[in-house]
Nanobody, 124 residues
């Protein structure tokens, strides 16, 4: 499975961004999807995840109420709508997928395939 993330950019605090992740090379609807983010010198941390059907979603407490994860199995894409962005949201954002477990994982080691990352920078 190949994943291609896009949509990052430089925005001001309070603005919105929409990240997209396009999948190819596998049966997209078989995989749960996740978004993680990473800042220099720190570990990759969980942001949001969605199950294969789109019926179950998980969020990190830091983004709950501001970010929304969704998927379109017909288009093989997953999106992360990010509203009310804060400077602390600045990071390299990665999409990932797996079908290892019955539920989406909140751990990075619960994913087998990763995109290349897209940079999000939020200025104050």
């Amino acid at each position: 499975v190949q994943l291609q993330a896009s949509g990052g950019g430089l925005v001001q605090a309070g603005d919105s961004l929409r990240l997209s992740c396009a999948a190819s090379g596998g049966t997209f609807s078989n995989y749960y999807m996740g978004w993680f983010r990473q800042t220099p010198g720190k570990e990759r941390v969980f942001v949001a995840a969605i199950d294969s059907s789109g019926g179950t979603r998980y969020y990190a407490d830091s983004v709950k109420g501001r970010f929304t994860i969704s998927r379109d199995n017909a288009k093989n894409t997953v999106t992360l709508q990010m509203n009310s962005l804060k400077p602390e949201d600045t990071a390299l954002y990665y999409c990932a997928c797996s079908n290892r477990y019955s539920r989406p994982s909140r751990r990075s080691d619960g994913y087998d395939y990763w995109g290349q990352g897209t940079q999000v920078t939020v200025s104050s």
